[in-house]
Protein backbone atom coordinates (compact mmCIF):
# COMPACT_ATOMS: atom_id res chain seq x y z
CA UNK A 1 0.00 0.00 0.00
CA UNK A 2 1.28 3.64 -1.10
CA UNK A 3 1.00 5.03 2.43
CA UNK A 4 2.93 2.50 4.14
CA UNK A 5 5.54 2.78 1.93
CA UNK A 6 5.18 6.87 2.82
CA UNK A 7 5.54 5.60 6.38
CA UNK A 8 8.44 3.33 6.36
CA UNK A 9 10.17 5.92 3.80
CA UNK A 10 9.74 8.79 6.78
CA UNK A 11 11.28 6.71 9.45
CA UNK A 12 14.06 6.56 7.15
CA UNK A 13 14.28 9.77 6.21
CA UNK A 14 14.64 10.36 10.09
CA UNK A 15 17.13 7.71 10.62
CA UNK A 16 18.84 9.63 7.64
CA UNK A 17 18.64 13.03 9.54
CA UNK A 18 20.28 11.60 12.68
CA UNK A 19 22.93 9.90 10.94
CA UNK A 20 23.36 13.26 9.35
CA UNK A 21 23.87 14.87 12.68
CA UNK A 22 20.86 17.28 10.64
CA UNK A 23 18.27 16.32 13.38
CA UNK A 24 18.98 19.57 15.63
CA UNK A 25 18.96 21.80 12.66
CA UNK A 26 15.67 24.05 12.80
CA UNK A 27 14.85 24.05 9.25
CA UNK A 28 15.46 20.86 8.81
CA UNK A 29 12.78 19.53 11.90
CA UNK A 30 10.11 21.59 10.63
CA UNK A 31 10.97 20.03 7.09
CA UNK A 32 10.21 16.58 8.74
CA UNK A 33 7.16 17.26 10.72
CA UNK A 34 6.00 18.52 8.10
CA UNK A 35 6.12 15.29 6.56
CA UNK A 36 5.38 13.57 9.32
CA UNK A 37 2.38 15.23 9.35
CA UNK A 38 1.39 14.80 5.24
CA UNK A 39 2.11 11.32 5.82
CA UNK A 40 -0.34 10.98 9.09
CA UNK A 41 -2.90 13.30 6.65
CA UNK A 42 -2.30 10.80 3.65
CA UNK A 43 -3.29 7.68 6.02
CA UNK A 44 -6.50 9.45 7.22
CA UNK A 45 -7.81 10.48 3.44
CA UNK A 46 -6.97 6.94 2.34
CA UNK A 47 -8.91 5.27 5.10
CA UNK A 48 -11.52 7.69 4.67
CA UNK A 49 -11.63 6.32 1.16
CA UNK A 50 -11.75 2.68 1.36
CA UNK A 51 -14.33 3.35 4.29
CA UNK A 52 -16.63 4.73 1.61
CA UNK A 53 -16.16 2.17 -0.87
CA UNK A 54 -16.76 -0.78 1.67
CA UNK A 55 -20.23 1.16 2.41
CA UNK A 56 -21.10 0.72 -1.31
CA UNK A 57 -20.19 4.56 -2.32
CA UNK A 58 -18.54 5.44 -5.29
CA UNK A 59 -15.12 6.95 -4.80
CA UNK A 60 -15.33 10.54 -6.73
CA UNK A 61 -12.84 13.47 -6.50
CA UNK A 62 -11.21 12.54 -3.73
CA UNK A 63 -9.32 10.65 -4.90
CA UNK A 64 -7.99 13.42 -7.37
CA UNK A 65 -7.31 15.44 -4.42
CA UNK A 66 -5.14 12.39 -2.88
CA UNK A 67 -3.47 11.38 -6.07
CA UNK A 68 -2.15 15.10 -6.25
CA UNK A 69 -1.15 15.62 -2.43
CA UNK A 70 0.41 11.87 -1.91
CA UNK A 71 2.69 13.03 -5.62
CA UNK A 72 3.08 16.39 -4.98
CA UNK A 73 4.45 15.22 -1.09
CA UNK A 74 6.82 12.71 -2.75
CA UNK A 75 8.35 15.07 -4.95
CA UNK A 76 8.86 17.34 -1.90
CA UNK A 77 10.71 14.27 0.21
CA UNK A 78 12.79 13.19 -2.50
CA UNK A 79 14.03 16.61 -2.73
CA UNK A 80 14.54 16.68 1.21
CA UNK A 81 16.23 13.30 1.20
CA UNK A 82 18.99 14.37 -1.60
CA UNK A 83 19.76 17.56 0.71
CA UNK A 84 20.32 15.11 3.97
CA UNK A 85 22.65 13.03 1.84
CA UNK A 86 24.61 15.58 0.88
CA UNK A 87 27.49 15.34 -1.81
CA UNK A 88 26.65 11.45 -1.32
CA UNK A 89 23.75 11.91 -3.08
CA UNK A 90 26.00 12.47 -5.90
CA UNK A 91 27.52 9.08 -6.30
CA UNK A 92 26.48 5.85 -7.32
CA UNK A 93 26.72 2.53 -5.45
CA UNK A 94 29.11 0.23 -6.82
CA UNK A 95 27.58 -2.68 -9.27
CA UNK A 96 26.39 -3.58 -12.40
CA UNK A 97 23.80 -1.38 -14.81
CA UNK A 98 23.35 1.64 -13.47
CA UNK A 99 22.22 1.47 -9.88
CA UNK A 100 21.15 4.23 -7.25
CA UNK A 101 20.63 4.51 -3.72
CA UNK A 102 17.13 4.54 -1.78
CA UNK A 103 17.22 8.58 -1.78
CA UNK A 104 18.38 8.97 -5.37
CA UNK A 105 15.26 6.41 -6.66
CA UNK A 106 13.03 7.96 -4.24
CA UNK A 107 14.00 11.41 -5.55
CA UNK A 108 13.98 10.02 -9.40
CA UNK A 109 11.24 7.93 -9.07
CA UNK A 110 8.64 10.64 -7.52
CA UNK A 111 8.97 12.95 -10.97
CA UNK A 112 7.26 9.72 -12.25
CA UNK A 113 4.28 9.83 -9.65
CA UNK A 114 3.39 13.28 -10.96
CA UNK A 115 2.45 11.68 -14.58
CA UNK A 116 1.35 8.23 -13.95
CA UNK A 117 -2.14 7.98 -12.80
CA UNK A 118 -3.23 11.08 -14.30
CA UNK A 119 -1.04 14.06 -14.25
CA UNK A 120 -0.94 16.62 -11.64
CA UNK A 121 -2.42 18.86 -14.07
CA UNK A 122 -4.99 16.67 -14.78
CA UNK A 123 -5.92 16.46 -11.17
CA UNK A 124 -5.81 20.06 -10.33
CA UNK A 125 -8.77 20.35 -13.54
CA UNK A 126 -10.38 17.10 -12.14
CA UNK A 127 -10.87 18.92 -8.21
CA UNK A 128 -11.52 22.39 -9.95
CA UNK A 129 -14.35 21.87 -11.67
CA UNK A 130 -15.78 18.22 -10.46
CA UNK A 131 -15.07 20.00 -6.52
CA UNK A 132 -14.69 23.31 -6.89
CA UNK A 133 -17.04 23.86 -9.86
CA UNK A 134 -14.83 25.89 -11.63
CA UNK A 135 -15.76 26.46 -15.29
CA UNK A 136 -13.87 23.89 -17.72
CA UNK A 137 -10.50 24.81 -18.75
CA UNK A 138 -10.34 25.72 -22.41
CA UNK A 139 -9.84 22.60 -24.66
CA UNK A 140 -7.44 23.16 -27.99
CA UNK A 141 -9.64 23.25 -30.90
CA UNK A 142 -8.44 20.74 -33.64
CA UNK A 143 -8.48 22.03 -37.34
Partial sequence: MLVQG???E???LLDLARAKGKDADPVVRQQLARAHTQVRLLRAAWERTVAEVAAGKAPG???STWKL???EYHLKVGEL???LAGTDALLRP????HPVDLWQDTFLVAHSGTVYAGTSEVQRNIIGEGV???PREPRAVSR
Fill in 61 to 63: AQL
Fill in 81 to 83: ALD
Fill in 10 to 12: LAA
Fill in 6 to 8: RER
Fill in 94 to 97: DGPG
Fill in 132 to 134: LGL
Fill in 69 to 71: FWS
